[in-house]
């Protein structure tokens, strides 16, 4: 398994970049500010005008971020190129086309408006590996005056108009030239988010017909009540429109759920599932399988058993799920959450991209969502999460022996997860098997033992 925890425990980044209450903690103007002069100090190598791209998702404290990231990156000597609302998967793309030694996307992605943070991409359009950001974390300490460019090497920034058509372009290329999707009626939740703009572009201009939700960004209405997290209203609106399939990206736009034509929803890993299955068939899935994470269920494990594929798992987290890719030479992998990585096209979860693929493999069997991403019935799962305040309640005799407790009770038929969450102070805990009474009797104990112990 990928992702063993580091030697060092990091004090600013999480599983995901940087994220936070917006205007506390590290996500401050003055924080920002340091992490900025930090990251550009570190990226600073090498005589050439350095530059950094910089997007955003719809957050209203989006616009107090950017500017102090601008400042910090200006005062490190790095030239910003400001993107301005874009999804976190055009950041990445940019990040190498646009040949910056740096790209931020500023979101929290499915958090709530009053969280932010920052999600940094190195050259190469992948996320940063724990070292890099420990290394950063170090130069934090030094306080922001530390390693400026002096008067005459400041940076200068400006805005770049053209982010949103560069990744229409890039996302209707991943489909095969001689498919359209004329014909297809699709509804699409955009979550109030980075996306809101060129997601409906992109499928109207390959032919569908797109009904849009979540498409008025006001900077607090992001996630809230829509997009993946809450796909109820898309659901609704698939159903009563009779549309062929509903799409719901997060506010990033890097992950997305989908649903059939029925209203019923397709997780992650049922979509893994189907895209694997199609590349397999056409001889382009590498690596014979998939990387998934802890969470991916076992009754998905078992149908990719059946195909003659494997299922690598990691930590939570899609960094970690890119790494593993990377090093098996694998090219799909992802999350239930929706968090898919076609590593032919991206360097990180993609949410349109991911359904737009979806969208490929329908029309080439010629049948309905509902078939063709229905490929196994999962073990119940259940997954609950406890909100705690301070220290570890991992840690505390009581909870680990209720740990333990469980995975007796559920033998070889079952299996637990219990992790922080490593961007909200929560206990997230999961099990699942055979037996569904049984794991929520293991859920509900291991719970109770936590709460507890708060």
């Not at 799920?321 to 992998?333: I, L, P, Q, S």
Request: aromatic share 4%; charged share 25%; with cysteine.
């Amino acid at each position: 398994m990928r992702g063993d925890d580091n030697p060092r425990e990091r004090k600013v980044f999480g599983t995901d970049g940087v994220r936070g209450m917006s205007n506390e903690g590290h996500l401050t103007p003055e924080g920002v500010l340091r992490l900025g002069t930090a990251a550009g100090r570190f990226f600073r190598r090498g005589e050439h005008r350095h530059r950094v791209v910089i997007g955003k998702d719809t957050r209203l404290s989006g616009y107090m971020i950017e500017p102090a990231l601008t400042a910090g990156f200006i005062a490190a000597g790095m030239d910003v190129l400001l993107l301005g609302p874009i999804p976190t998967p055009a950041m990445a793309m940019l990040t190498r086309s646009m040949r910056a030694d740096l790209g931020v996307m500023i979101s929290a992605s499915h958090n709530p408006f009053h969280d932010n943070g920052l999600k940094f991409f190195g050259p190469d359009g992948f996320k940063l590996s724990d070292e890099t950001e420990l290394e950063i974390e170090a130069l934090m300490e030094d306080g922001a005056s530390v390693g400026l460019a002096d008067a005459s090497n400041l940076g200068r920034a400006k805005r770049v108009d053209d982010a949103g058509p560069r990744y229409i372009e890039f996302a209707k290329a991943t489909l095969p030239r001689r498919l359209n999707l004329e014909g297809v009626r699709v509804v699409l939740d955009c979550a109030n988010g980075a996306a809101y703009k060129v997601a409906p572009v992109v499928l109207w201009e390959l032919g569908a017909e797109v009904i849009t939700l979540g498409d008025k960004p006001n900077g607090f209405n992001i996630n809230d009540g829509c997009g993946s997290t809450h796909p109820e209203k898309m659901q609704e609106k698939v159903r009563e429109v009779r549309a062929d399939i509903g799409i719901a990206l997060d506010g990033d736009a890097d992950r997305v759920i989908i649903s059939d034509e029925k209203g019923n929803l397709v997780d992650g890993d049922q979509i893994l599932a189907t895209i694997a299955c199609s590349l397999q068939r056409a001889g382009k899935l590498t690596g014979e399988g998939v990387v998934g994470t802890v969470m991916a269920n076992m009754g998905f494990e078992r149908f990719l058993d059946g195909h003659g594929m494997s299922l690598i798992r990691t930590k939570v987290g899609d960094r970690y799920v890119v790494e593993a890719m990377r090093e098996r030479g694998m090219n799909v992998g992802g999350e239930p959450s929706g968090h898919v990585v076609l590593s032919d096209f991206s360097t990180t979860g993609d949410g349109l991209v991911t359904a737009l693929n979806i969208l490929r493999v329908v029309a080439e069997q010629g049948r309905p969502v509902s078939e063709v991403c229905d490929n196994y019935d999962p073990f119940p799962s259940i997954l609950k999460n406890v909100r705690y305040k301070g220290g570890n309640p991992l840690d505390t005799d009581s909870v680990k022996k209720a740990i333990e407790a469980g995975k007796e009770k559920l033998g070889n038929a079952g299996r637990t997860v219990i992790r922080k969450s490593g961007t909200e102070p929560l206990i997230r805990v999961m099990a699942e098997g055979e037996d569904e009474a049984l794991v929520t009797g293991v859920v509900d104990d291991i719970c109770e033992a936590v709460k507890k112990a708060v």
